[in-house]
């Protein structure tokens, strides 16, 4: 049972290139979320997902896509990176008030 | 504005102290969150408060949920070394968003 997988760990993306942060989890959860956490900050909400097809802005969406195609996929699209998004991203699913993280993706946007 | 704040921001108490993290949030609430942080990880779940004075412990850590103040606590009883971590609470809004607060920056002394 793998929980939250996220992909990549570490990526150091250029300035304007674009990139996907893959989530995927294996317990059927129907609720996702995409988090962003800066450097001694807390986390702040990107995008959340309550099923398949459906999904929502958080706190901080600009800069952002996701889409939803299955109960397990909740990938996170950067379009055009920009310095302000290096961060650690992480994801996470919920299920009967279980909330299960992933251990996060570190992006460098230079 | 959904809101989660937390106090203090930093905490350095010494060994064997006890000490309470305060975490308000702004509106209507029925599921609390409480993590742990350690430098570079994930978050581990600690608890989950699902009702109007529900305590819950585990080993030196105690915490509690009053919805009508939108107050929940996390005391810690005799600190040990190995406590010292970011605390975080989170709270459900609207059922969809789960929101983090600032999160306690605590330091355990010797």
């Known amino acids: 049972n793998a929980g939250v997988t996220q992909t990549p760990k570490f990526r150091i993306l250029k300035i304007g290139q674009s990139m996907t942060l893959q989530c995927t989890q294996d317990?059927?959860?129907?609720?996702m979320y995409w988090y962003r956490q800066d450097p001694g900050m807390g986390l702040k909400l990107i995008y959340y997902?309550?099923?398949?097809?459906?999904?929502d802005k958080g706190e901080v969406p600009n800069g952002y896509n996701v889409s939803r195609s299955t109960t397990e996929d909740f990938p996170l699209r950067l379009e055009l990176a920009a310095p302000s998004q290096t961060s650690v991203y992480f994801c996470?699913?919920?299920?009967?008030?279980?909330?299960?993280f992933g251990a996060g993706s570190r992006l460098t946007v230079l | 504005e959904l809101k989660v704040e937390q106090n203090p921001l930093f905490l350095s108490m010494q060994e064997g102290k006890n000490y309470t993290i305060y975490c308000n949030y702004s509106?209507?609430?029925?599921?609390l969150y409480w993590y742990r942080q350690d430098p570079g990880k994930s978050l581990e779940s600690l608890f989950v408060?699902?009702?109007?004075?529900a305590v819950k412990q585990e080993g030196r850590l105690m915490a509690s949920l009053d919805t009508k103040a939108r107050l929940s606590t996390l005391h810690i009883t005799a600190a040990v070394h190995d406590l010292s971590a970011t605390y975080f609470c989170?709270?459900?809004?609207?059922?969809?968003?789960?929101?983090f607060g600032t999160g306690t920056r605590l330091t355990i002394i010797p």
């Open positions: 989170a709270a459900f809004f609207g059922n969809e968003k789960l929101t």
């Open positions: 317990m059927n959860h129907n609720y």
């Open positions: 408060l699902l009702s109007n004075g």
């Open positions: 509106t209507t609430s029925d599921r």
């Open positions: 997902s309550v099923g398949a097809g459906i999904t």
């Open positions: 996470a699913s919920n299920g009967a008030n279980v909330l299960t």
